[in-house]
């Protein structure tokens, strides 16, 4: 726990520091930050890092289908509003942070170079209090120290979510503009599901007609060679039997190939294993070393578990082929009727799927059942593809 606070204690110092930067450079740039683009792309940095310390998945800003002019209308209000409430509240609450930081390094800086410089009059490192030697520069500056980081171990965190806070509601979509990028969004997946539907069953019509019937076809004609070879003369058993032990080995490689057309639709080891079982033979028969965390999921829909199983063997897969990792985990946690599966790795990052990587077969899976897939993974890795689903169906 002392680690995560201290985690989020620099993450509020960084972020209130970039809030007063901001500040400050809105004020200056109020008159250009007018323009109503510039404006929203101004808002739309601000609300992005504003939901990453927040921990808030943020919806997309403008979804596919939605009537821009419609949406920018409603939008640019609001982003003319956050202008001054930024330059105020940055400012106003990235102060603290400044004079804190600041002057712990200064107190860091003085107290051991004091007596190598030190004026006539002694620096007044706390409180306005002269220091007069070295026993009074060895107490007060290390006492500043404390005292500031202190005060911002206390509070900086909680004035950094305040400021997130405010952001965000300033930002925040109405409740129409929320609705209409739903139903946007609704109706992109629903294209792209029957799409991918369609496709689907060209390929699984493909599958069955050049291989499990074609090969059904060579077993039904063999079968009639070997009786009308039977028919014609009783006693040629060894070219009825060679017939026969052709259409036994086509008739395995054909229930073989339906097995896999099959598996493609709906994995077998879902229903014989359950999701965990399904899994752990994924994990376990990885090349390379893979942590496998889950939670208590409950019930958990078909539908869902085939998405999540098929998304942990593609990110497997993506990190064979792309990543260069040496250890990969599998984390799958449900909370209340959100089941989250994370696939990481310490490999070399950069995961895009507009690279056209299998990241899209995922994306396009969880979006068929209103879930959503972010990808954390800048140039040097590591890499997390964190992917939710609703289960509560």
Request: hydrophobic share 45%; aromatic share 4%.
């Amino acid at each position: 726990m002392p680690e995560e606070r201290w985690v989020q204690v620099r993450r509020g110092v960084a972020y209130l520091l970039g809030s007063l930067l901001s500040g400050v450079a809105t004020l200056l740039s109020l008159p250009l930050l007018c323009v109503p683009r510039l404006a929203r792309l101004w808002a739309n940095w601000h609300r992005d890092r504003a939901g990453r310390l927040l921990g808030t998945p943020l919806a997309s800003r403008a979804a596919q289908g939605v009537p821009r002019r419609r949406v920018a209308t409603g939008r640019t209000s609001r982003v003319l509003l956050w202008l001054p409430v930024n330059a105020i509240t940055g400012v106003a609450l990235g102060l603290p942070a400044l004079l804190c930081v600041g002057n712990i390094v200064v107190a860091a800086i003085a107290t051991p170079l004091w007596w190598a410089f030190a004026p006539e009059d002694g620096p007044r490192l706390f409180i306005d209090v002269p220091v007069t030697g070295w026993m009074t520069a060895l107490t007060l500056g290390p006492l500043q120290i404390f005292l500031l980081t202190a005060l911002a171990y206390v509070c900086l965190p909680p004035i950094a979510r305040a400021h997130a806070r405010i952001c965000l509601v300033v930002l925040s979509h109405s409740t129409n503009e929320q609705l209409a990028e739903r139903v946007a969004v609704l109706t992109r997946t629903r294209a792209d599901v029957l799409d991918a539907h369609g496709a689907e069953l060209r390929r699984i019509e493909r599958d069955l007609h050049d291989g499990t019937q074609a090969r059904l076809v060579a077993i039904a004609m063999r079968l009639a060679v070997a009786r009308q070879a039977f028919a014609d003369n009783p006693r040629d058993e060894q070219f009825v039997e060679g017939l026969l032990r052709e259409a036994h080995d086509g008739a395995e490689e054909a229930m073989t190939e339906l097995r896999e057309v099959i598996r493609t639709v709906y994995p077998p080891i879902l229903a014989d294993r359950g999701l965990e079982g399904a899994l752990t033979t994924v994990t376990t028969r990885y090349a390379m070393p893979t942590r496998l965390d889950i939670g208590d999921l409950g019930r958990v829909p078909a539908a869902v578990e085939a998405v999540v199983y098929f998304a942990v063997a593609e990110a497997l897969t993506n990190v064979t082929k792309h990543s260069q990792a040496t250890a990969v985990g599998v984390r799958v946690n449900r909370t209340a009727d959100r089941l989250s599966v994370v696939i990481s790795d310490n490999g070399t990052g950069g995961a895009d799927d507009r690279r056209g990587t299998g990241i899209a077969g995922i994306r396009r899976r969880a979006l068929a059942l209103d879930g959503t897939v972010d990808i954390d993974s800048p140039a040097g890795g590591p890499t997390a593809i964190t992917v939710e689903l609703p289960c509560g169906w």
